[in-house]
């Protein structure tokens, strides 16, 4: 796992994104008609919103949103053969903007966003071809860091000096990696505010949350040492972090041939240690996870490689944790299969407007998460702006917006107003929302916010104007946070995700934190949360599953030696047991 506090929607990987802030209003019976005369419209909002948008932006506007828009499908790339180095220093440059990073780089120092560039140019570049190691750019990584440093200075306490930290000793490990010699990593600047998922994932933080999550069967005492599966076929140690996993023989012979069929290098062994007595008279016997790698066995300390959940998750899914498994679109059919980088944390929060939708199924939320995508699509005076992110800009947002603006001011627009006006809709996701752009745009032109040069009056109004279309996106994602468990069980998420052996859980908090939240969080001495959790399914009883897990152990000496065992069913539902660690959870499967 993990990203810290990430906001709802936002873009491809490494694009940053800010939550916006609700907004309550109402809306003319004109502008509802309008609407549904549009059905079709991929950027329609529910009807309870409707009444929004007139107070905020008046009936004249409202057409606007309902313009028909395309929305083509996304292709996910995803680099393969990657160093352990390379792929810690991509997925760490692939949640770099959806921290707090990117939120602390903009409008601040030149240095800082130097640092920022140089990790989107690397990114790229693995992408586009992943057997290089791109030193030169790893380099120039490196000296953007010094550069920060030279003029941060040392010893200071900051969010930035711990993502910096972070992200000098992967640049280092991966040059060390390519053969290279990498200068050295910066010495680590704590910070107090900067909860890390060690910190987190406490002992104590550990077994409080399971304790407070986890219910037993009515076979189980609350005296016993041990948690057992409903058919009693598996039980694992109470205590969290526990590596201690038993099982009847055949629990073990249908895991290790669906770990085969998944390609998974891991496969269960009966060990012949020690039974207690109670789990002897089960039948139960002990189990030993053994990680074979090129023919080479490792198991006990040696198991894993790595330690963040997400690598662990991949480990035990054979690396083929790429798609999001919901429920049958019909009883006894195929789950529905939706591809998705799992740790592309950006676009998780779709799930949370979309699932809301009426009616919605899960072969329709498929098809509309593969449409969701960035645009500019507006008219002003006599530009006509329809620029595809992707397709036309490969995702960079920078590069988009230099392009929308040389438009803009081409038909007569500031190039500061156009600027201010673009970075806005930006801050305010807007490129996800084309139909909000063109009423925010309309609604500056007659406010006479888009005339003339820009000074700090129109600065103001259309910062203030944006706010308000913005927020109308945070208000869709409210009907989200009341427990539907019928929804659930119809689209196969949250308590009713279903993993089966070698597939995973995946948990994605699906947006910020507001800031009266951080303030009670504060007060209250709680710890923040995260953004995500996985885990790897490795045995199933009955509807009970086991899973193998780890954590981003920060560098801890034998962190790679930190996994463990976590068993969840009936009660003791993954979802259950994590949804209070993220924001407004869901839970998805993965494989």
Same mark, same amino acid.
């Given at each position: 796992?993990?990203?810290?506090?990430?906001?709802?929607?936002t873009?491809?990987?490494?694009?940053?994104?800010?939550?916006?802030?609700?907004?309550?209003?109402?809306? /003319?019976?004109?502008?509802? $008609?309008?609407?549904?005369?549009?059905?079709?419209?991929?950027?329609?909002? /529910?009807?309870?919103?409707?009444?929004?948008?007139?107070?905020?932006?008046?009936?004249?506007?409202?057409?606007?949103?309902?313009?028909?828009?395309r929305?083509?499908?996304?292709?996910?790339?995803?680099?393969?053969a990657?160093?352990?180095? &390379?792929?810690?220093?991509?997925?760490?440059?692939?949640?770099?903007?959806?921290? $707090?990073?990117?939120?602390?780089?903009?409008?601040?120092?030149?240095?800082?966003?130097?640092?920022?560039?140089?990790?989107?140019?690397?990114?790229?570049?693995?992408?586009?071809?992943?057997?290089?190691?791109?030193?030169?750019?790893?380099?120039?990584?490196?000296?953007?860091?010094?550069?920060?440093?030279?003029?941060?200075?040392?010893? /200071?306490?900051?969010?930035?000096?711990?993502?910096?930290?972070s992200?000098?000793?992967?640049?280092?490990r991966?040059i060390?990696d390519?053969?290279?010699?990498?200068?050295?990593?910066?010495?680590?600047?704590?910070?107090?505010? #900067?909860?890390s998922?060690?910190?987190?994932?406490?002992?104590?933080?550990?077994?409080?949350a399971s304790?407070?999550?986890?219910?037993?069967?009515?076979?189980?005492s609350?005296e016993?040492?041990w948690?057992?599966s %409903?058919?009693?076929?598996?039980?694992?140690g109470?205590?969290?972090?526990?590596?201690?996993?038993?099982?009847?023989?055949?629990?073990i012979?249908?895991a290790?041939?669906?770990l085969?069929?998944?390609? /998974?290098?891991l496969?269960?062994?009966?060990?012949?240690?020690?039974?207690?007595e109670?789990?002897?008279?089960?039948? @139960?016997?002990?189990?030993?996870?053994?990680?074979?790698?090129?023919?080479?066995?490792?198991t006990?300390?040696?198991?894993l490689d790595v330690?963040?959940?997400?690598?662990?998750?991949?480990?035990?899914?054979g690396?083929?944790?790429?798609?999001? #498994?919901?429920?049958?679109?019909?009883?006894?059919?195929?789950?529905?299969?939706?591809?998705?980088?799992p740790?592309?944390?950006?676009?998780?929060?779709?799930?949370a407007?979309?699932?809301?939708?009426?009616?919605?199924?899960?072969?329709?939320?498929?098809?509309?998460?593969?449409?969701?995508?960035?645009?500019?699509?507006?008219?002003?005076?006599?530009a006509?702006?329809?620029?595809?992110?992707?397709?036309a800009?490969d995702?960079?947002?920078?590069?988009?917006?230099?392009?929308?603006?040389?438009q803009?001011?081409?038909?007569?627009?500031?190039?500061?107003?156009?600027? $201010?006006l673009?970075?806005?809709m930006?801050?305010?996701?807007?490129?996800?929302?084309?139909? @909000?752009? &063109?009423?925010?745009v309309?609604?500056?032109?007659?406010?006479?916010?888009?005339?003339?040069?820009?000074?700090?009056?129109? $600065?103001?109004?259309?910062?203030? @104007?944006?706010?308000?279309?913005?927020?109308?996106?945070?208000?869709?994602?409210?009907?989200?946070?009341?427990?539907?468990?019928?929804?659930d069980?119809?689209?196969?998420?949250n308590e009713s995700?279903?993993?089966?052996?070698g597939?995973?859980?995946?948990i994605?908090?699906?947006?910020?934190?507001?800031?009266?939240?951080?303030?009670?969080?504060?007060?209250?001495?709680r710890?923040?949360?995260?953004?995500?959790?996985?885990?790897?399914?490795?045995?199933?009883?009955g509807e009970?599953?086991?899973?193998?897990?780890?954590?981003?152990?920060?560098?801890?000496?034998?962190?790679?030696?930190?996994?463990?065992?976590a068993?969840?069913?009936?009660?003791r %539902?993954?979802?259950?047991?994590?949804?209070?660690?993220?924001?407004?959870?869901?839970t998805?499967?993965?494989?």
């Amino acid at each position: 796992m993990h990203a810290k506090d990430r906001p709802e929607r936002t873009a491809p990987p490494g694009r940053p994104r800010r939550a916006a802030e609700p907004i309550s209003n109402a809306m /003319s019976a004109e502008s509802a $008609t309008s609407y549904r005369e549009h059905p079709e419209h991929p950027e329609r909002l /529910s009807p309870e919103l409707l009444p929004a948008l007139q107070r905020s932006v008046g009936n004249a506007a409202v057409g606007r949103l309902l313009a028909d828009q395309r929305s083509p499908v996304v292709v996910q790339r995803a680099p393969t053969a990657l160093s352990p180095a &390379q792929r810690s220093l991509r997925d760490l440059a692939g949640r770099w903007k959806v921290q $707090t990073f990117f939120a602390l780089t903009t409008g601040r120092s030149n240095e800082l966003q130097r640092v920022d560039a140089a990790v989107a140019n690397w990114r790229r570049a693995l992408e586009a071809d992943p057997a290089s190691p791109h030193q030169d750019l790893l380099n120039a990584i490196q000296q953007a860091i010094t550069d920060w440093r030279a003029v941060k200075g040392t010893g /200071s306490r900051s969010f930035r000096a711990a993502h910096i930290d972070s992200l000098s000793q992967r640049v280092t490990r991966a040059i060390t990696d390519a053969g290279a010699t990498a200068a050295p990593a910066a010495a680590h600047d704590e910070d107090e505010e #900067l909860d890390s998922e060690d910190e987190y994932f406490s002992e104590k933080s550990s077994e409080h949350a399971s304790a407070e999550h986890s219910s037993e069967s009515e076979s189980e005492s609350s005296e016993s040492p041990w948690v057992f599966s %409903t058919n009693g076929g598996m039980a694992v140690g109470r205590r969290s972090g526990s590596k201690d996993f038993f099982a009847l023989p055949d629990v073990i012979d249908r895991a290790n041939e669906a770990l085969g069929d998944r390609g /998974s290098p891991l496969q269960l062994r009966l060990s012949s240690g020690e039974v207690p007595e109670e789990l002897a008279q089960r039948g @139960l016997r002990r189990v030993e996870p053994v990680m074979v790698v090129h023919g080479e066995e490792r198991t006990g300390d040696d198991l894993l490689d790595v330690n963040e959940c997400i690598e662990v998750a991949r480990k035990v899914t054979g690396d083929r944790a790429g798609n999001v #498994l919901l429920a049958p679109e019909e009883e006894g059919g195929e789950r529905v299969s939706h591809r998705q980088e799992p740790n592309n944390t950006t676009d998780f929060s779709a799930y949370a407007r979309l699932v809301t939708r009426p009616g919605m199924t899960p072969e329709r939320l498929a098809r509309n998460l593969r449409k969701d995508t960035e645009y500019f699509r507006f008219t002003w005076r006599e530009a006509e702006i329809d620029v595809d992110v992707e397709e036309a800009h490969d995702g960079d947002v920078d590069e988009a917006i230099t392009a929308v603006r040389a438009q803009l001011v081409t038909a007569g627009m500031d190039t500061k107003v156009a600027g $201010t006006l673009l970075r806005e809709m930006e801050r305010k996701n807007l490129e996800f929302h084309p139909g @909000l752009q &063109q009423i925010l745009v309309d609604r500056a032109e007659s406010a006479a916010l888009l005339d003339g040069p820009l000074s700090a009056e129109k $600065t103001e109004g259309i910062r203030d @104007l944006t706010g308000k279309v913005g927020n109308l996106i945070k208000s869709r994602y409210r009907p989200y946070e009341a427990p539907n468990p019928e929804r659930d069980r119809r689209l196969g998420i949250n308590e009713s995700a279903t993993a089966e052996v070698g597939e995973a859980f995946g948990i994605y908090g699906t947006r910020a934190r507001k800031r009266e939240e951080k303030d009670e969080d504060r007060a209250a001495g709680r710890k923040a949360p995260w953004t995500y959790h996985f885990a790897g399914v490795v045995a199933k009883d009955g509807e009970d599953v086991v899973t193998l897990e780890n954590y981003n152990r920060r560098d801890k000496p034998g962190g790679n030696a930190m996994w463990y065992f976590a068993l969840y069913g009936g009660g003791r %539902t993954f979802h259950g047991t994590h949804k209070e660690t993220v924001t407004d959870a869901i839970t998805l499967a993965m494989g």
